[in-house]
């Protein structure tokens, strides 16, 4: 697969957060100019993410990468990561937004994949996707580790796909009165699809008959899929079925094995960022 990478203005943007006037420390012991290499190594089992902007970042410090695993690798414990030589300096500079950028992204990465395998364990023909629940500000990250962790992204924004909720069709009179409108609304946008949230089995086959492309089923249980899922699929055959709500790791087995065509979840989003250790010493 072919990594994005965040710009250059994003990661002088990490720089800027954390090293606004410059490293205190390493200007006061002298030993700025001094040089030596830093290296990350993994300490458990783990999918990578973000090791090209780590690096990146390095560079940007004023750094030489040596090495560098791409994301979507798949580690075990003692794994060299990534390594970087270069000016004391720079490299205190880096070390640690570095890390954290390489340990939240990884972990993100390492919890979808497991989840993205459970699914697919049972389903193979499953889509998982994550919704827009990261926070503020992380979106480019953590769309890349989904991505190395083997999902893709529900929806980028508001600006680009028509999920319809409750909260919608409430300004429309309900939701019974915004599906008489809804072809109405497919015929605006053809080249779209047009997704609908159902919070009940009644809505949810309301919904699909009327015509939707997508109906979304919000926290219903397995056991409650299991049972709807047939009667969509008989009742309209086209329309596809995803499940959100309180999926994760756990219960995603159960999900998948429901029937439904698409799982969308924020679990991954929230967790133990991955182990990695850091090593620095000076070359002489």
Not at 76 to 88: C, K, Q, R, V
Not at 193 to 214: H, N, P, Q, R, S
């Amino acid at each position: 697969m072919m990594w994005y990478q965040l710009s250059d203005s994003d990661i002088d943007g990490f720089i800027e957060e954390d090293v606004p006037y410059g490293d205190l420390t390493t200007s006061l012991l002298g030993i700025g100019t001094l040089q030596g290499e830093i290296t990350f190594t993994s300490r458990e089992c783990t999918i990578l993410c973000c090791t090209e902007e780590a690096a990146q970042l390095l560079e940007r410090c004023g750094a030489s990468v040596n090495a560098c695993m791409i994301s979507g690798t798949s580690v075990t414990p003692g794994a060299t990561i990534l390594s970087a030589s270069g000016p004391a300096e720079a490299l205190h500079t880096g070390w640690k937004v570095a890390l954290n950028l390489l340990e939240y992204a990884s972990g993100i990465a390492t919890r979808t994949e497991k989840i993205v395998s459970r699914a697919k364990e049972v389903n193979p023909d499953i889509a998982i996707v994550t919704t827009r629940k990261s926070f503020p500000g992380t979106k480019k990250v953590v769309l890349k580790a989904i991505q190395a962790g083997g999902a893709l992204p529900h929806r980028l924004g508001l600006s680009g796909s028509i999920l319809v909720f409750r909260q919608h069709t409430e300004f429309l009179g309900g939701l019974e009165s915004f599906l008489h409108r809804l072809q109405e609304l497919k015929a605006k946008i053809p080249e779209h699809k047009v997704m609908v949230e159902a919070e009940t089995a009644e809505e949810a086959l309301i919904v699909a008959t009327a015509g939707a492309d997508v109906v979304q089923v919000d926290k219903m249980t397995p056991e409650e899929l299991t049972a709807l899922v047939p009667l969509i699929h008989k009742q309209a055959p086209n329309v596809k079925i995803s499940a959100a709500g309180g999926i994760n790791g756990d219960n995603v087995a159960a999900y998948a094995e429901s029937g439904v065509d698409i799982i969308v979840l924020s679990s991954v989003y929230f967790g133990k960022p991955s182990d990695i250790g850091v090593s620095m010493h000076p070359v002489i």
